[in-house]
């Protein structure tokens, strides 16, 4: 399994935005789904959201529906998750996962998977 490289974290006011990206150098994601995961502190990683291959479905958690957007350049090699109306409780530790499962009401990862990369920390805080 390749890991996934997660860019774009940083701390932002209540009420902003920030927009994350995942990209790999020798992995081709454009064959794959892909999902972004949160870590709260002293939680487990949940699904954010996710996208198909094509770009064609997405899903989202339901706290974040409707302010945050996944999407997806597979000429650029790249999936964005654009974050805004951002709140205390979107904190954590974002990754992004190949893969992953949509439940019908909740976005798990793909049995197995190991490849977690590094994550990038959103904070937010006034």
């Known amino acids: 399994q390749v890991q996934l490289v997660e860019s774009g974290g940083g701390l932002v006011q209540p009420g902003g935005s920030l927009t994350l990206s995942c990209t790999a150098s020798?992995?081709?994601?454009?064959?794959?789904?892909i999902g972004w995961f949160r870590q709260a502190p002293g939680g487990g990683r949940e699904g954010i959201a996710c996208i198909s291959d094509s770009g064609r479905n997405r899903h989202y958690e339901g706290s974040v529906e409707g302010r945050f957007t996944i999407s997806r350049d597979n000429a650029k090699n790249i999936v964005h998750l654009q974050m805004n109306r951002l709140k205390p409780e979107d904190a954590g530790v974002y990754y992004c996962?190949?893969?992953?499962?949509?439940?019908?009401?909740?976005?798990?990862?793909?049995?197995?998977?190991?490849?977690w990369g590094q994550g990038t920390q959103v904070t937010v805080s006034s």
């Open positions: 996962a190949a893969d992953p499962v949509w439940m019908g009401s909740r976005i798990d990862p793909k049995p197995g998977y190991r490849a």
């Open positions: 020798e992995f081709a994601l454009d064959y794959h789904a």
